[in-house]
């Protein structure tokens, strides 16, 4: 019998390019200002088009405004009125806008079924090289996050990104870091881990990791991170097949959000959805879609969002 390996049909939805923070391998932000916000009604035309696709997931994937900018609340009532407008049209929103306080994930709670955030990693020498001029990518504002996900019961994603400089012992750190927050509080649904690759706009000298590093990191993930918790990559940042095969064979069971652009990483592509099931299936992997919230917490959400849920899956 095929083993299953998941993804999500999805579409990533930008609210705005521009961002406060300046990580020296990002190929996504653009500075304040310089980015106009999406509106409603551009978003509306943008998911009438996907109707009949086969998207499920609508990811809302933004750049960050200032905490302490006046245009900060407007920025969030952005965020929610695009996850509100995704669900009345019959997609369910997942989203990851950076380090959000406590009230505005209390706030995107009511529209979306899953919020997400990357741990990246819990060193905090980052700060001294790829994150020095990054406020919000300081280690302990982003485990805060995935503690306050837990108290509010939001069904989580999060992750670490390999390749930025960290040690091996970092990066045990970091899912050592995850795995005990959802020991505490059980919500955290996946874990990504994204391996950095080069692109055009990013200034960052790094080498990525190696195809035998990736795959050590994987295996030690799964060591470390309870079996609850689904592990993800993104295929289109690994190499070739062989390495994605050897990624299913040590533990990952989940591929992702396959969109047609990858906003984060523009320069790599996915492979078209049907050559990768054909390619999957004559090693024995049967590639099926799933829904942007694992079964398990299906009761979690609020009646509404569980009705959007069921007429989905029907």
């Avoid at 700060?127 to 001029?133: A, G």
């Avoid at 795959?215 to 690994?238: F, M, Y």
Wanted: charged content about 20%.
């Amino acid at each position: 019998m095929a083993k299953i390996i998941t993804y999500s049909p999805a579409y990533t939805l930008v609210p705005t390019y521009e961002c406060f923070n300046r990580c020296s391998y990002c190929n996504f932000r653009t500075n304040p200002f310089q980015s106009p916000w999406l509106e409603l009604e551009t978003a509306k035309q943008i998911l009438t088009s996907l109707e009949h696709q086969g998207i499920i997931e609508i990811l809302i994937l933004s750049g960050e405004i200032h905490p302490l900018s006046p245009r900060r609340k407007l920025w969030i009532e952005r965020i929610y009125d695009l996850a509100k407008l995704a669900l009345s049209m019959g997609f369910l929103p997942h989203t990851n806008a950076g380090v959000l306080s406590y009230e505005e994930m209390a706030l995107l709670k009511e529209v979306n079924v899953s919020l997400g955030l990357m741990v990246e990693q819990v060193s905090p020498k980052l700060l001294d090289d790829v994150h020095k001029h990054a406020p919000t990518k300081i280690p302990q504002l982003r485990l805060q996050q995935l503690q306050w996900a837990g108290e509010l019961k939001i069904p989580f994603t999060t992750g670490i990104l390999m390749g930025l400089g960290e040690s091996k012992q970092d990066r045990k750190d970091s899912l050592d870091a995850i795995a005990l927050l959802h020991g505490q509080y059980g919500h955290i649904q996946e874990v990504i881990l994204q391996p950095y690759q080069p692109g055009k706009k990013d200034i960052f000298q790094g080498k990525p990791l190696n195809d035998e590093e990736i795959l050590e990191v994987i295996a030690l993930a799964r060591e470390i991170l309870p079996k609850d918790i689904a592990l993800q990559i993104p295929p289109n940042l690994l190499k070739n097949s062989q390495l994605i095969l050897k990624s299913l064979e040590l533990g990952v069971t989940d591929l992702g959000g396959i969109v047609p652009k990858d906003e984060v990483n523009p320069d790599y592509h996915h492979q078209k959805i049907d050559l990768l099931r054909q390619e999957l299936l004559q090693q024995g992997y049967q590639l099926k879609p799933r829904l942007p919230v694992y079964p398990q917490y299906y009761s979690w959400l609020s009646d509404s969002l569980q009705s959007s849920l069921y007429q989905k899956i029907s």
